[in-house]
T-cell receptor
Framework: GQQVMQIPQYQHVQEGEDFTTYCNSSTTLSNIQWYKQRPGGHPVFLIQLVKSGEVKKQKRLTFQFGEAKKNSSLHITATQTTDVGTYFCAGCPLRAAGNKLTFGGGTRVLVKP | ETGVTQSPTHLIKTRGQQVTLRCSSQSGHNTVSWYQQALGQGPQFIFQYYREEENGRGNFPPRFSGLQFPNYSSELNVNALELDDSALYLC???????????????FGEGSWLTVV
């Protein structure tokens, strides 16, 4: 079955620095979504990417969808303590019944002040 | 506040028992998906309901079953509970099952199930 892998599993970042987390799918996706989950909380939808090579920005967050629609990245600039949490990518396979989302294992982000 | 409410928020069950979890979707959303999130892992798709019919299922055994009601609220039932069923169960609501393109998906806060 489809697998979605995220690296790194953990990211320790100094406040003010940039970092990138990567997401790779074993199969081509119709779209990819990113979520943020704070400790003890539930996943919160951040963004959806649909087109090959698409790039979207939300303030300090930049999301990219690969040309082959099998990988994606999230880049955060000038990390703040509010960025703490786990970032999940979730892929929707082509022609998936019920639009099943396959989540990656997440990147757990810790920010050192 | 996503408008998706789940109950109960926490519960403890004994191995072998049965549990029912409930979800009220956001107003106007006819599609509800259920996910299981074990500690330290990403959510795993259990199944989806669209207009009261199952519309896709993940790799979960038949003892995981569900319902959707005419008001689009939903239930997740798990029979013969096992220790590995201990997890956060998340309900996600969306306005349509015909593709999430352009549609934001809203997760509820989840139901924490502990099986002892």
């Amino acid at each position: 079955g489809q697998q979605v892998m995220q690296i790194p599993q953990y990211q320790h970042v100094q406040e003010g620095e940039d970092f990138t987390t990567y997401c790779n799918s074993s199969t081509t996706l119709s779209n990819i979504q990113w979520y943020k989950q704070r400790p003890g909380g539930h996943p919160v939808f951040l963004i959806q990417l649909v087109k090959s090579g698409e790039v979207k920005k939300q303030k300090r967050l930049t999301f990219q969808f690969g040309e082959a629609k099998k990988n994606s990245s999230l880049h955060i600039t000038a990390t703040q303590t509010t960025d703490v949490g786990t970032y999940f990518c979730a892929g929707c396979p082509l022609r998936a019944a019920g639009n099943k989302l396959t989540f990656g294992g997440g990147t757990r982000v810790l920010v050192k002040p | 506040e996503t408008g998706v409410t789940q109950s109960p928020t926490h519960l403890i069950k004994t191995r072998g028992q049965q549990v029912t979890l409930r979800c009220s979707s956001q107003s106007g959303h006819n599609t509800v998906s259920w996910y299981q999130q074990a500690l330290g892992q990403g959510p795993q798709f259990i199944f989806q309901y669209y207009r009261e019919e199952e519309n896709g299922r993940g790799n979960f055994p038949p003892r995981f079953s569900g319902l959707q009601f005419p008001n689009y609220s939903s239930e997740l039932n798990v029979n013969a509970l096992e220790l590995d069923d201990s997890a956060l169960y998340l309900c996600a609501s969306s306005p349509t099952a015909g593709g999430f393109s352009g549609n934001t998906i809203y997760f509820g806060e989840g139901s924490w199930l502990t099986v002892v």
